[in-house]
């Protein structure tokens, strides 16, 4: 979190006025006041002053750790619903594209990579799995909405999911409206390439995803597809 030396100069006068103003009080009072009641009484007034900051600076670094903790929690959420988020978008992709074989962060990566005619050739979208992309989507936006107004994702975050999303609907509309395979092809390749980059970005991410594939690898005995 960037903090700005003059959000923290401006934030920090009332308090810098409360304690200048409690001091004043005291000072004028040892010298000039005479009269014990009054005396006592601009003593605690200044008493007063000068526990204000005190008070309120307890207040915020207490409210900072409980919002520190509840940043924290939540980011842990956060990234591990975008694992599994992105991990059912790319076992979807795959299994719509006719790929096979073992997959690894290592070969999403390579994923980015293939020659779209080889997806175009195979690519199949059935009702059930625009469906499934509809939710992804959905989660998707509601992930952005939810973290993004919370400062939970950064901006180079956001910009890579929003991609995806973007991506995901222009697939969805040329499959369906276009028939255009070889549009779909590109969109599909340029979701593997945005997911792997998610992963590359956030070692949390990564590491989510990766455990994510060995559960369901070890649910049936054999690495998913």
């Known amino acids: 979190m960037n ?3 003059r959000d923290v100069l401006l934030k920090s006068i009332p308090y810098l006025l409360s304690i200048a103003g409690g001091v004043a009080l005291f000072l004028i009072t040892v010298d000039n006041v005479r009269d014990p009641a009054v005396s006592d009484l601009m003593n605690n007034i200044s008493a007063s002053l000068l526990s204000i900051p005190i ?7 207490s409210n900072y750790r409980v919002s520190k903790k509840l940043n924290q929690t939540l980011a842990t959420n956060m990234s591990s619903r975008v694992s599994s988020l992105m991990l059912g978008l790319v076992l979807v992709l ?6 096979h074989g073992k997959l690894t962060l290592a070969g ?10 080889n997806i175009a050739n195979k690519i199949k ?3 059930p799995t625009l469906a499934k992309m509809r939710q992804y989507h959905t989660d998707l936006d509601d992930i952005m ?3 993004g107004k919370n400062n939970i994702l950064d901006t180079g ?7 995806i999303t973007l991506d995901l609907v222009r697939l969805m509309n040329e499959y369906e409206f276009h028939g255009n395979k070889k549009a779909v092809a590109k969109y ?5 390439g945005k997911i792997a980059d998610w992963m590359d970005s956030d070692a949390g991410a990564a590491i989510n995803f990766q455990k994510m594939l060995q559960q369901a690898a070890d649910s049936d005995g054999t690495q998913p597809n």
Do not use: C, E, W
């Not at 008070?55 to 670094?61: A, E, G, N, S």
């Not at 999403?108 to 005619?117: C, S």
């Not at 599909?188 to 593997?192: C, T």
């Open 108 to 117: 999403l990566n390579k994923m980015r990579d293939m020659p779209a005619r």
């Open 55 to 61: 008070v309120f600076l307890l207040y915020d670094y």
């Open 145 to 147: 909405y939810k973290y």
């Open 94 to 99: 795959r299994q719509a594209a006719g790929l």
């Open 157 to 163: 975050s956001l910009q890579n999911l929003s991609g």
């Open 188 to 192: 599909a390749l340029d979701i593997f």
């Open 125 to 127: 979208i059935t009702q």
């Open 3 to 5: 903090i700005k030396l």
